[in-house]
């Protein structure tokens, strides 16, 4: 089965948002086993609507239509739809009495336009809103299948996974089922190298990279009949990449670095504290995104100036002078400094330069040290990263947490 | 003129990348005063590609299209263009030669299919890529434009900012001017309350709403002849918006609130120190995304254990045991104690539960002090914030810099 997506609405040709409604249904239509041909967008406007339908239905078994069910005027998808397919719509008792309660509970007075979300298409199945007031509605006319879902991503989704997700696997012959590697160290086009004849071959399962910030992943994918086939000719894949790369994965359940790291931490109840200097907090605030992670971070220091590298980590004005500030002696003795104040299982530093000013011939932008003290021993790694302001930070960041999950391994 | 915009790529259609590059065109097209009444996006597929081509072109003057001309045999969109507007495809020599260089610089072997990238349709304008191979071009046909532009973004942005750009200017009659106001501290129904007989009225400018994790700004859109009519236009409207908000309004030139505060420091010379719980780190990460910022900035203390907050900040185990960690108390301490350590112009200290647990019914999750230290005064704010642990941090971090921006007036 084909489907096209109608996405409605004359902020997205504004570029006032992002179609992120389309994305979604893409992921979740091709995950069902059901193939994307086209997307369409359409602003609030009953002439380029209609045509727009009646286009998509000549070229598409399945159109999803988002927006356009909303309590104004300017809100007509349902009403055309209704037209397109030579249906009435009529009162839906349970919606309109659902959005009376909203009102009620909300404590503000109704007006005649609510209740227009309560009228649905004749002979259609009716779609809970479980987030909002707008109802949506699957209708089957003509070996023609039509999804109509509101346009507030909140809604859109809780509508589609709980209601529409099971209605169309009765008409997909087929499950996708999909794991992701996620990589770090080693670079998309590298990776692709290492995988060709892997990814050439490819037909059932399917295998694709993706870089992103940094990280590099690789989803399998695979068409089957049922789940446990699936299953078998992914981990096929999996234990032949794993043969080859296996020193650079770190998730093979598609989990963010920081969630790993997080992770080992808490398992190994390991107690931890970060100098920062270049990153100033990001590294901290990146795992304490993680909840629970209070139970082993005991601080973080972002020690900007030299003053308070001294101060703060003992770091020594000989050392400042003689090695400067991005260096691996005075990262050593931010960590070994930060050991001695807070006692943490595990110490990391970090200071480099961030750019886009302060490099030199010796000393580019781009310069970064981490060093980690770490039972008795204290370590320090030197990297040159590429790139502006915002990606050596987010890179330092991520090399800080790779450097951890690898000295806890 | 009205226009289409078709975005080609079967990755789009599979939801694996978001068509940032139909928004990106939308809001350049709509500031040209070029009306966009459709979006399509079609695969790497030689027929469905053709079909919605000729579609498009039989409903909008202009087309522009993204994607499709790399050098693999999936890039189609060029060959397709040519074909539908009967041209031949011709080597272009300046292209050709850009591509031989790029190849000599980087040291790789040329091969074929790099070579297909310098064929372009006759008679076409062509588009220079400084940031790829792949040449775009401008086909004007029997009363219809088509610009076709690469996938990649970044080559797609420079191209169409460097040369699409002044090409379409003579194509419209009017332009199209904006400015963005950015608000704190007032929701988005507020401030549509606030200004609505302004919004209602609206025709030409028109004013419309945003509203973005926390922040709500207002976009002020006049079309005119020229530049100096626009302006006098939205400055008309600015007036009276600011007669009416202007407690809440932090920018008038679409500036991130980050932007204003590092701004205002670096104005003042204003050193400045935070110590911070729940956020982790996120206030300093956050203002040291700022290059220059190491001017003001001395250091940053998260003290996420007790322990950190008394041995750092010199708070006191009885306020901790009397008050708390979450309490006006320990976020006073926490600023005077900073204050004491770095001397610090200003010093904000924060404190509060970003949840998910930790909550109790005295101090529910989403609770959090903040307090400065500035000019021989602590002061210290209560709030309440509302949603998951990400928003919680989030706002915080901004009600921080909004505390520092009111502070620094």
């Known amino acids: 089965m084909n489907c096209s997506i109608i996405s409605v609405g004359t902020e997205i040709l504004f570029?006032?948002?992002?179609?992120?409604?389309?994305?979604?249904?893409?992921?979740?239509?091709?995950?069902?086993?059901?193939?994307?041909?086209?997307?369409?967008?359409?602003?609030?406007?009953?002439?380029?609507?209609?045509?727009?339908?009646?286009?998509?239905?000549?070229?598409?078994?399945?159109?999803?239509?988002?927006?356009?069910?909303?309590?104004t005027q300017d809100d007509l998808t349902k009403e055309i739809i209704a037209k397109v397919v030579g249906k009435k719509l009529e009162l839906h008792k349970p919606s309109y009495e659902k959005i009376c309660k909203y009102f009620k509970n909300i404590k503000r007075p109704m007006n005649k336009n609510n209740l227009k979300q309560a009228y649905i298409p004749k002979d259609s199945i009716v779609l809970p809103n479980d987030c909002g007031?707008?109802?949506?509605?699957?209708?089957?006319?003509?070996?023609?299948?039509?999804?109509?879902?509101?346009?507030?991503?909140?809604?859109?989704?809780?509508?589609f996974d709980s209601y529409v997700k099971d209605y169309l696997r009765t008409k997909s012959e087929c499950i996708i089922y999909s794991k992701v590697l996620r990589f770090f160290g080693i670079g998309e086009s590298a990776l692709?190298?290492?995988?060709?004849?892997?990814?050439?071959?490819?037909t059932n399962p399917t295998i694709a990279t993706y870089a992103k910030e940094?990280?590099?992943?690789?989803?399998?994918?695979?068409?089957?009949?049922?789940?446990?086939?699936?299953?078998?000719?992914?981990?096929?894949?999996?234990?032949?990449?794993?043969?080859?790369?296996?020193?650079?994965?770190?998730?093979?359940?598609?989990?963010?670095?920081v969630e790993v790291v997080a992770k080992k931490?808490?398992?190994?109840?390991?107690?931890?504290?970060?100098?920062?200097?270049?990153?100033?907090?990001?590294?901290?605030s990146k795992l304490t995104s993680i909840s629970g992670i209070s139970k082993?971070?005991?601080?973080?220091?972002?020690?900007?100036?030299?003053?308070?590298?001294?101060?703060?980590?003992?770091?020594?004005?000989?050392?400042?002078?003689?090695?400067?500030?991005?260096?691996?002696?005075?990262?050593?003795?931010?960590?070994?400094?930060l050991k001695e104040k807070t006692k943490s299982d595990l110490c990391l530093a970090v200071t480099g330069i961030a750019g886009p000013t302060g490099g030199t011939k010796e000393k580019p932008v781009g310069l970064v040290y981490i060093a980690i003290a770490y039972e008795g021993n204290v370590i320090c790694n030197k990297y040159n990263i590429w790139g502006d302001r915002n990606k050596i930070r987010n890179y330092t960041t991520m090399l800080a947490l790779n450097m951890i999950r690898l000295i806890l391994k």
Request: net charge negative; glycine share 8%.
């Open 133 to 159: 007031t707008a109802p949506g509605f699957i209708i089957e006319n003509d070996g023609k299948i039509i999804i109509t879902l509101p346009g507030p991503p909140k809604e859109m989704r809780a509508m």
């Open 214 to 257: 940094g990280e590099v992943s690789v989803r399998i994918t695979m068409k089957a009949e049922n789940i446990d086939e699936a299953n078998r000719g992914v981990e096929l894949i999996i234990k032949e990449i794993k043969n080859r790369l296996s020193q650079y994965i770190y998730s093979y359940d598609d989990e963010e670095l």
């Open 192 to 202: 692709e190298t290492a995988l060709t004849d892997l990814i050439s071959n490819q």
């Open 15 to 71: 570029g006032q948002i992002i179609n992120t409604n389309a994305v979604y249904l893409s992921q979740q239509l091709n995950e069902l086993g059901l193939n994307v041909y086209y997307h369409y967008t359409v602003g609030d406007n009953s002439d380029r609507l209609k045509e727009t339908l009646a286009y998509a239905m000549s070229k598409s078994d399945l159109i999803i239509t988002t927006g356009g069910l909303g309590p």
């Open 265 to 284: 931490l808490l398992e190994k109840e390991c107690s931890i504290s970060f100098a920062e200097s270049c990153t100033g907090g990001l590294i901290s």
């Open 296 to 337: 082993c971070l005991d601080r973080s220091i972002v020690t900007y100036s030299n003053e308070a590298k001294v101060q703060e980590l003992g770091v020594s004005l000989n050392t400042l002078e003689k090695y400067g500030a991005v260096s691996e002696e005075t990262a050593k003795e931010m960590a070994l400094g």
